[in-house]
């Protein structure tokens, strides 16, 4: 069997090592537009969850992603005129070149070719294979090239934000929000590495035009946010990685198959960073797709059948964090109508956002146990009803654009 993976992100690269370590006789390629070791982005986070399924899938890169994580035990909530607060929890985060060198060198010791600086040019002119992975990302040209057939839909998210780095090694995740004159503005960090970390920015387009980011360069841009976020950086600059700033794109796709050729990862589905996802997803989604494949034998090689499975399976799976997920983002959306909370309820709010967090539960169980006090169960629950009473369809979601 032929298959040839179009992009070389973590979906493609994850792919490809599972599809040659099921059956070391298939004929394997990925082709990656960018040269080897570049990449867009800084870390990210990622949880148990994510690892306890690599574990099953190649122990042998699993290990690697572990020893080579960040773990960080919990998080940090610094809003402007506030004590800091501390929230329960930990998870993992890996710089991006990281994470895909690892997958690019065991796709390799596994015989997979990979062909770098290969752009994909033209979707009309795809490679000979009989199963060809469109996992070329959010902005996917495959998927792009048949939007109708997929029935892809593109949302345009209304904060603006932008991804950088820093030099600054945050002690654990952290949120920070200040508020300037022209309104709030806050970041996403966590510590990724020796000596880097993630630093996401984000605002309401009224504060990123009001603060005049709009009309900066990036030099420009990047020494205005030092500025205002001083305080939590010691002194380190801001790296952008050259996207600037943007708006995101929720990607959805009513089928992602058409004949030999199927959605994976970014190009099926985008899920907010806010939520921090969309890696473990693009990995699960090969995770699943490797298991209809290695069934295509059992099934007289009914490609089609197999990529229906595939599909179905990861839209029961994504749905429940997808819902999190614009919830998530709808709640940063809002973020100023909380600005006047105490600090713990303004902190259990951000922790409620995802509509799900079970806080309140753990809470109720660890009061009950003499473990936290009542209060802090109390101010979840308030916390809670707080943001259900102002929980309404995001308004920044603007009209599908196909
Ligand atoms: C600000 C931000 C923060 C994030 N933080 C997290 C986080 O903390 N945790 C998390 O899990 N996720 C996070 N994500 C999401 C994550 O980055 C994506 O979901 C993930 O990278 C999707 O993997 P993918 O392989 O599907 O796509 P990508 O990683 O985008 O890879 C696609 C690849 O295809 C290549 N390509 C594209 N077109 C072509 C072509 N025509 N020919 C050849 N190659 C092509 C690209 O160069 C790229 O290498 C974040 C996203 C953003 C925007």
Redesign the pocket.
């Known amino acids: 069997m032929r298959i040839t993976c179009?992009?070389?992100?973590?979906?493609?690269?994850y792919f490809a090592v599972l599809a040659k370590l099921a059956d070391p006789a298939r004929d394997v390629t990925v082709?990656?537009?960018?040269p080897a070791g570049v990449?867009?982005?800084?870390?990210?986070?990622?949880w148990d969850d994510?690892l306890d399924d690599l574990f099953r899938y190649d122990p042998v890169s699993a290990a690697r992603i572990w020893d080579a994580a960040y773990k960080w035990d919990e998080y940090e909530v610094h809003a402007a005129g506030k004590p800091v607060s501390f929230l329960g929890g930990y998870g993992f985060?890996l710089g991006?070149h990281k994470l895909?060198e690892i997958l690019g060198d065991r796709a390799r010791e596994l015989g997979v070719t990979i062909r770098y600086s290969?752009?994909?040019?033209d979707?009309d002119q795809l490679p000979a294979a009989d199963l060809i992975v469109a996992?070329?990302?959010?902005?996917?040209?495959?998927r792009d090239s048949a939007a109708e057939h997929f029935g892809a839909q593109v949302e345009t998210g209304r904060n603006k934000?932008i991804?950088l780095g820093t030099p600054h090694v945050f002690r654990t995740f952290t949120f920070g929000f200040e508020e300037t004159e022209a309104g709030w503005i806050w970041f996403h960090a966590?510590p990724f590495a020796a000596g880097a970390s993630?630093f996401?920015v984000e605002c309401t387009p009224e504060t990123w035009s009001g603060l005049g980011l709009d009309r900066m360069d990036s030099a420009a841009g990047n020494a205005r946010l030092q500025e205002i976020f001083k305080r939590h950086l010691d002194g380190h600059p801001l790296d952008d990685a050259g996207r600037g700033w943007?708006n995101?794109r929720r990607v959805t796709a009513e089928r992602w198959d058409h004949g030999n050729v199927v959605l994976?990862?970014?190009?099926a589905h985008?899920?907010h960073?806010a939520i921090?996802?969309?890696?473990?997803?693009?990995?699960q989604?090969a995770m699943a797709l490797a298991d209809a494949v290695a069934l295509l034998p059992a099934k007289s090689g009914n490609l089609s059948a197999a990529l229906e499975q595939y599909e179905h399976r990861r839209k029961v799976a994504l749905a429940p964090l997808q819902r999190a997920a614009r919830a998530s983002s709808a709640w940063f959306e809002r973020m100023p109508e909380y600005a006047d909370l105490p600090a713990k309820r303004f902190s259990y709010a951000l922790s409620d956002r995802r509509g799900e967090y079970p806080a309140w539960r753990y809470l109720l169980h660890m009061s009950t146990q003499g473990a936290v006090p009542r209060t802090m169960l109390r101010w979840t629950l308030s916390a809670r009803r707080w943001n259900r009473a102002r929980r309404r369809p995001p308004r920044s979601l603007s009209a599908a654009v196909p």
Request: charged content about 15%.
């Open positions: 179009v992009g070389g992100g973590p979906a493609g690269l082709l990656e537009r960018n990449t867009y982005g800084w870390g990210v986070v990622f994510l985060s991006r895909l290969d752009d994909l040019t979707p996992c070329d990302g959010a902005g996917s040209r495959i934000y991804w966590y993630t996401i943007l995101f994976m990862g970014d190009a985008t899920t960073f921090g996802s969309g890696t473990k997803l693009a990995m989604d």
